[in-house]
């Protein structure tokens, strides 16, 4: 059974940072991923923070870009999001996703909320 399970939210004032983690466990070759962290904020459409994929190339959504940072450790099966600079526009619930194929997993997510 597959699982990735997110941590690490939780609440900040503007311009603190915080690290998010995410942890599959079921996935045979991890390293063969592409994972991604997304966020969804409260009567918002889910939206993509950052992709990493297998081969270490990395995306950033455009209002992320020079303040968050997606790496992964294969040896640990973890993707991490390092965010700094962080302001109450990036408060919602962020989510984990790992991608091979046509085979989509998500985490439960973790709550990150940025006081002003």
């Known amino acids: 059974q597959v699982q990735l399970v997110e941590s690490g939210g939780g609440l900040v004032q503007a311009g603190g940072s915080l690290r998010l983690s995410c942890v599959a466990s079921g996935l045979i070759f991890f390293r063969i991923y592409n994972m991604a962290w997304y966020r969804q904020a409260p009567g918002q459409q889910r939206e993509l923070v950052a992709r990493?994929?297998?081969?270490?190339?990395?995306n950033y959504g455009d209002s992320v870009k020079g303040r968050f940072t997606i790496s992964r450790d294969n040896a640990k099966n973890t993707v991490y999001l390092q965010m700094n600079s962080l302001t109450p526009e990036d408060t919602a619930v962020y989510y984990c996703?790992?991608?091979?194929?046509?085979?989509?997993?998500w985490g439960q997510g973790t709550q990150v909320t940025v006081s002003s």
């Open positions: 990493i994929s297998s081969g270490d190339t990395t």
């Open positions: 996703k790992g991608s091979w194929y046509n085979n989509d997993y």
